[in-house]
């Protein structure tokens, strides 16, 4: 059984350091007659500004990284309606920069590439370089936030708005520690409005880390890249963006009311698992998730102990709904404990997976495993409806295992239909407990274990066939400039046989 991860429910981060207004100076004369003749309005991603500054020529910060920025950043974003851009160069960030309220204002890097554009802080700090707490009409734009090697700290970002907020090619950069030495999340991004939208767009994290059983519990806990809490009740897009060694829980959101949407990214060896996410109006579509932990980076820190590429769970919330659709799976080698591709917890009710693909090489991991809502493991048992859809699914691979490829327990109402297995090993392909009124039909189940296992469930099965091959995921999966990742709808008839 694959090891499970419970996190605080407090805002992550609150109590990291908010930053002194020790060594902070403020605009000199000549800085804020500069400040006030700056360049004409601007709008980007639907948010207006106006009045843009340029952060040397017009505030006159150091590209050098000897002299802090943070006071003059404040001061320049805290009377809003203001996007401060940065020539390429490396800028010294002290201490927190808090903001509150604060209306149409952004940072935006002007290099031709986000790492063009970086933001340090002392060797080994950790904290949250920005830390917002409503607003609407928020930018953060091309450049990485760079906090080294030294495995001593990280820094990141606290975002909560109201509505609007944009974070648009971000990268972090360095070696992401565990919590012991002081790691933070990267980004926390959440729309505290019902109505209210945030989009993080071109995200990239690929750095080493320590990798721990468990985050967010203290000690020697790792931190994830992406946190969110339970104050994110709007809506939140990501997409086109790219996590891979995350030491736990990639994109962690179990306790976000509001729904999580992640869209053709790309997740590759990410422990115990690259999304925690689920329930209505949430979803993953056209994303590609690879696990090869034999083959991850040596400078890694740790063992990988379980790195699930979805766990689908609605937490105390005990929701239903959502969908993954026009997805692929690769595992070629994971570790023991490592339970399925996609793991959909008793907390969770209906869903659906839909045109998705795995490639399953690893002994003893199934595809899809969707447990008993009577026995939750991440939370408290779903409302109903607890039915699932599989449709257009195919499972593919050359391994063993006791653990069928797609096992369902107690979900009366499922559905399986036009997909496709076909494993060499000895494995049984699909497995049904207590679960009535089921259908599996129009599908291909070529394994050399039992087709199927119908355990205490009456299943209605027509149009099943023992001999095809079936649909591999595509060998590439295209990373434009390595800011953004774009991926075509899967087509199930591709790579058929």
């Known amino acids: 059984m694959a090891e499970d991860t419970v996190c605080s429910e407090t805002e992550n981060g609150e109590n990291q350091n908010r930053g002194t207004e020790e060594g902070k100076s403020l605009l000199n004369r000549r800085d804020a007659l500069k400040m006030g003749a700056a360049a004409a309005a601007d709008e980007r991603y639907g948010i ?16 050098n990284g000897n002299e802090p920025i943070d006071a003059a950043i404040n001061r320049a974003i805290d009377r809003g309606d203001t996007l401060v851009e940065f020539p390429p160069g490396t800028y010294y960030w002290k201490d927190t920069v808090a903001e509150s309220g604060v209306n149409n204002w952004g940072i935006r890097g002007l290099g031709d590439h986000p790492t063009d554009v970086r933001f340090v802080s002392d060797d080994g700090a950790s904290q949250f370089l920005l830390k917002v707490n409503g607003g609407r009409g928020i930018l953060v734009e091309n450049f990485a936030i760079d906090y ?59 750095g080493p880390t320590d990798i721990t059983s468990h985050g967010h519990l203290g000690g020697d806990a790792n931190e994830g890249c992406i946190w969110l809490g339970s104050k994110h009740v709007g809506d939140l897009v990501i997409r086109n963006s790219h996590i891979e060694n995350a030491g736990t ?77 026009d997805c692929e799976f690769i595992y070629k080698s994971a570790p023991s404990k490592t339970t399925a591709a996609v793991w959909v917890d008793g907390s969770a009710g209906e869903m659906a997976i839909r045109n998705s693909r795995f490639q399953m090489d690893v ?68 497995y049904l407990r207590n679960s009535d009124n089921s259908v599996v039909e129009n599908t291909n ?5 039992q087709a199927t296992v119908f355990d205490g469930s009456s299943v209605s099965t027509s149009g099943i066939t023992h001999t095809d091959s079936c649909p591999v995921p595509s060998d590439s999966f295209t990373v434009g400039d390595s800011t953004t990742i774009r991926k075509a709808s899967i087509s199930f008839e591709d790579n058929n046989g």
């Open 249 to 325: 829980n990639a994109i962690y959101a179990r306790a976000a009311e509001g729904a999580v949407k992640i869209e053709n990214s790309l997740f590759v060896n990410n422990n115990q698992t690259s999304l925690r996410i689920g329930g209505s109006g949430s979803y993953v579509q056209g994303c590609r998730f690879v696990v090869d932990t034999d083959n991850a980076t040596d400078e890694n820190g740790g063992e990988f102990i379980n790195p699930h590429a979805i766990t689908w769970e609605t937490g105390n919330r005990g929701e239903a709904g959502g969908y993954i659709e």
């Open 148 to 206: 080294g090697f030294d495995r001593q700290g990280s820094l990141g970002m606290l975002l909560k708005a109201h509505d609007n907020l944009r974070v648009q090619d971000v990268h972090f950069v360095g070696f992401n520690p565990t919590q012991g030495n002081g790691a933070v999340d990267n980004l926390s991004p959440q729309a505290l409005d019902p109505d209210g939208q945030v989009i993080v767009d071109g995200l990239v994290r690929t």
């Open 363 to 430: 002994d003893g991991i199934a595809a899809i495993r969707i447990d008993d809502p009577r026995d939750p493991r991440l939370g408290v048992t779903s409302e109903r409806p607890w039915g699932v859809t599989l449709d257009r699914v195919s499972v593919t691979g050359s391994s063993s295992g006791s653990a069928p490829a797609i096992r369902i327990d107690n979900r009366n109402g499922s559905t399986i239909r036009n997909s496709c297995l076909h494993l060499t090993g000895n494995r049984e392909g699909i």
């Open 445 to 449: 189940i070529n394994v050399t274990g």
């Open 48 to 63: 207006s500004f106006s009045r843009v500054v340029n952060a040397v020529n017009d505030l006159g910060l150091d590209p």
